[in-house]
């Protein structure tokens, strides 16, 4: 639906648009929490990769790691496999990872091409999982995963 903004000079200004359609082109939809600027999808691994590094530094450098989780939305209890047995939250894990080359399928051949990084093109990579048990399993949950659900808006 057209939106029909003329200006006037003064304090008072003319806004008029159609109210019955919440959706007019360049808002934002009625529904809270869903905007129209969505992420290339390798700008959202990019803002994931951000967002994982400083959860990490955030929970590295908390006094209270436990509040720091919970202020986070971490969940504490998670439902197992068969859904009946809560899995509790013990360990956080944190691993580093430097990638020192790269490896791509090369054109029209099963062999890899491989690039190793001269050293100043290594890079130190941090992750962290957190570790579920009960008395039948063990889970583990990539922080990605979390952030990006949480990012989604959707359950874990």
Do not use: C
Not at 68 to 87: C, D, H, I, N
Not at 115 to 142: C, H
Request: glycine share 8%; charged share 20%.
């Amino acid at each position: 639906m057209p939106h029909d903004h003329p200006h006037r000079s003064g304090p008072s200004r003319d806004h008029r648009q159609d109210h019955a359609h919440p959706h007019g082109p360049g808002h934002n939809h009625a529904q809270p929490g869903h905007l129209h600027s969505h992420l290339a999808p390798e700008d959202e691994a990019a803002e994931l990769q951000i967002l994982t590094a400083q959860f990490i530094d955030g929970f590295v450098q908390a006094s209270d790691k436990t509040a720091y989780l919970r202020l986070s939305g971490v969940p504490f209890e998670r439902p197992g496999k068969g859904g009946a047995t809560a899995l509790k939250l013990v360990d956080v894990s944190l691993s580093t990872d430097w990638q020192v080359g790269t490896a791509a399928p090369s054109f029209g051949s099963r062999e890899l091409s491989y690039l190793p990084f001269p050293g100043s093109m290594v890079r130190e990579r941090t992750n962290m999982a957190l570790i579920y048990v009960s008395m039948d399993e063990k889970s583990l949950l990539d922080i990605r995963s979390f952030l990006k659900a949480r990012l989604g808006g959707t359950e874990i």
